[in-house]
């Protein structure tokens, strides 16, 4: 069956580090991946898109890798700020459709 | 921009009522709408597919007759819960792509609490 796994444990960071979330996928064959952000009571908002042959994409203080061979995307927020606090999705997208993940909530402990 | 409005943010409603909740593209034409509930610590969940002047495409297990989907022009969807019962309650989301956007590319609206009593 087909599955998107991200870390359902949030992850609490000191502010002005580097925040690494993890998505990993099966029995997908996504062209692009995406990222998003998502605050509480809040719609989505879209973040990076990584296309299948592009191995990083930066944004910023955001970095995201994309790895088909492991089937696995890496997400970065670097000289994380309290601000950046929020959940983090990851999307494949495929067919004018996207499957989200459940979503990885970040804490930035000023 | 991309920005996508929905309107109420936030409803109350009696079981057995009908509650219509509306999705709109503000600056820009969107040629496809999605409509996503989502609950607590769970991730979104596609209900359905709308392009304008067509009928919306159903995932499986959303029952159609329940979840009335309208999409009457390039910049409005409307979602109404017929029937709504308190299991219906739930955190609505409307999404829209662009047709010049990145590929597969949505803009969500804000979300609509939705508490059926």
């Known amino acids: 069956s087909q599955k998107i796994e991200q870390n359902s444990e949030a992850l609490n960071i000191q502010e002005g580090k580097t925040a690494t979330l993890t998505c990993n996928y099966t029995n997908y064959s996504p062209a692009y991946l995406q990222w998003y952000r998502q605050d509480p009571g809040r719609g989505p908002v879209f973040l990076l898109l990584?296309?299948?042959?592009?191995k990083e994409k930066r944004k910023e203080r955001l970095k995201v890798t994309f790895d088909t061979t492991l089937k696995q995307s890496l997400f970065h927020i670097t000289a994380s700020q309290p601000a950046d606090s929020a959940t983090y999705l990851c999307?494949?997208?495929?067919?004018?459709?996207?499957?989200f993940g459940k979503g990885n909530q970040v804490v930035v402990i000023p | 921009g991309a920005v996508v409005s929905q309107h109420p943010s936030r409803v109350i409603c009696k079981s057995g009522t009908s509650v219509k909740i509306e999705c709109r593209s503000l600056?820009?034409?969107?040629?496809?709408m999605f409509w996503y509930r989502q609950f607590p610590k769970k991730s979104l969940m596609l209900m359905a597919t709308s392009n304008e002047g067509s009928k919306a495409t159903y995932e499986q297990g959303v029952e159609k007759d329940k979840f009335l989907i309208n999409h009457a022009s390039l910049t409005l969807s409307t979602l109404t819960v017929t029937s709504a019962h308190p299991e219906d309650s739930s955190f609505y989301i409307c999404?829209?792509?662009?047709?010049?956007?990145?590929?597969?590319?949505?803009?969500f609206g804000p979300g609509t609490r939705l508490t059926v009593l």
């Open positions: 999404s829209a792509t662009k047709r010049e956007g990145l590929p597969d590319t949505q803009y």
């Open positions: 999307a494949l997208s495929g067919n004018n459709r996207l499957a």
């Open positions: 600056d820009f034409q969107a040629t496809t």
């Open positions: 990584i296309r299948e042959n592009e």
